[in-house]
């Protein structure tokens, strides 16, 4: 269903623009574990069953490509996340604001897509995608597990950093190769913000001159592009970035109205 795949790769890029002052000493040494582990540290689950970022909420733009037609996507909306936990699954609200009205909920169960100007919402069973002991599956997840397993992107691709290592603004730039084959993912850049990475180098080498508590950096990732197999590339960035906050798990269901029409999509799809 061509709706559903283009969900997979728009829930796939989870990302954050923030403009931060530059600091000014870096650590001696900066490897690629140390970018890494910046990273899977904040959605790792620890011994309480809980991982450090529980959840999220922010702004979020979205710009896709297809590269059959040389045509670009725009989009914007609201989205929030809850983290995966020892027990219980992800879940996720993602509201669209522009250029088309629609909502994409999860309560890591079931997953709604409501269409307002369509009166109808497709409704489909995702438990097997999203439980929190299953492991990265590019067949069956069709790709949206990655965002339940960002504590182990280490075991789920090959990574590296890409060509030229930072961007412009010095935050470093890894590049993803799923382990796996995917129908879904032939490559995944991720951003990841320069001062969560010296945080975690400063705290690694015994230096605790390097403590910030900035919220924004307890999500360390500033930007994600995915690029499938057919070249088509999907971008999504954040603004007005929240963390630890509360969010009900009642945010995350949804109550079909009287006349809107629900619709299963086929086993298996």
């Known amino acids: 269903m061509k709706i559903f795949r283009m969900f997979s ?25 140390d970018v890494i582990d910046s990273v899977e540290q904040q959605f790792r689950i620890g011994r309480n069953g809980l991982p450090p970022l529980t959840t999220v909420s922010a702004d979020f733009f979205q710009r896709s490509t297809i590269a059959a ?8 909306g609201q989205m929030f996340l809850k983290l995966a936990t020892g027990s219980e699954p992800l879940m996720f609200r993602f509201d669209y604001f522009r250029p088309l009205t629609q909502e994409i909920i999860c309560d890591g169960r079931s997953l709604w897509m409501y269409q307002p100007d369509n009166r109808r919402v497709i409704l489909s069973d995702v438990r097997d995608t999203f439980d929190p002991d299953s492991r990265f599956n590019p067949e069956r997840d069709r790709a949206t597990n990655f965002l339940q397993g960002l504590g182990r992107i280490s075991k789920d691709f090959e990574i590296t950093f ?40 400063y705290s690694r080498q015994g230096r605790n001159d390097y403590a910030l508590n900035r919220p924004e950096l307890e999500f360390p990732i500033l930007s994600t592009t995915v690029i499938d197999p057919d070249g088509n590339t999907t971008t999504m960035e954040f603004s007005n970035i929240k963390t630890n906050i509360f969010l009900s798990d009642f945010f995350f269901k949804f109550m079909p109205p009287a006349d809107v029409q629900v619709v299963r999509p086929p086993t298996g799809r």
Not at 69 to 74: D, G, I, P, T
């Open 9 to 33: 790769a728009l829930v796939l890029l989870l990302g954050l623009i923030i403009p931060l002052e530059s600091l000014a000493v870096e650590p001696a040494r900066v490897g690629l574990n």
């Open 69 to 76: 037609q040389n045509r670009e996507l725009r989009a914007d």
């Open 162 to 201: 890409a060509s030229g290592v930072r961007d412009v603004g010095g935050n470093y730039v890894l590049e993803l190769t799923p382990r796996r084959v995917s129908v879904s993912i032939a490559k995944l850049l991720l951003v990841v913000h320069k001062d969560a990475v010296l945080r975690h180098a």
